[in-house]
């Protein structure tokens, strides 16, 4: 079994969609074996997205990630990665196909709901900068 990382962004936090969309990810059939609600610093934001660093929007999505509440979560399903991805759609809410939750819940690229990881090393460096292995038995 995969495990992925995904965080409930401050944007679907605020507007109470936290709700909605735990019920899709059990709807589809993941396992959620950690999960908590974190309000992160400017600095936490800035060491998850670090890889971001040089890019024009750092500076944005860091103050967005660390604006309000957002819940983080270790998904686990069969190629959970993709699986997550797929859920989520196109990064831009304007490009996500139907039936997604970035298309449901998005409202602009940078505010778009949800995040995921994109590979297994990316995956296991995000689980491992909010979760401990005690908080995932
Ligand atoms: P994803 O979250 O789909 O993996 P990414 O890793 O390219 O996308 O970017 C991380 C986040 O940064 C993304 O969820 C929203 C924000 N972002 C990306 N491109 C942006 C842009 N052109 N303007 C503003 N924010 C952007
Ligand atoms: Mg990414």
Redesign the pocket.
């Known amino acids: 079994m995969e495990q992925t990382f995904a965080i409930i962004?401050p944007d679907a936090f605020a507007a109470g969609h936290a709700g909605k969309i735990l019920a899709r990810i059990y709807a589809e059939g993941f396992k959620v074996v950690g999960l908590k609600k974190l309000y992160l610093s400017k600095v936490e934001a800035e060491g998850f997205?670090y890889?971001?660093k040089e890019?024009?929007?750092f500076g944005?999505?860091t103050d967005?990630m660390s604006s309000g509440p957002c819940v983080v979560m270790v998904l686990e399903a069969e190629g959970a990665i993709k699986k997550w991805?797929d859920l989520?759609g196109?990064?831009?809410p304007a490009e996500a196909a139907e039936g997604t939750l970035?298309k449901e819940f998005g409202t602009?690229?940078?505010?778009?709901a949800?995040?995921?990881s994109?590979a297994p090393e990316t995956a296991a460096f995000e689980i491992g900068y909010f979760f401990s292995g005690l908080e995932l038995l």
């Open positions: 962004k997205y890889v971001h890019r024009p929007f944005e999505l967005f991805r989520m196109a990064t831009n970035r602009s690229i940078g505010e778009n949800t995040h995921g994109d």
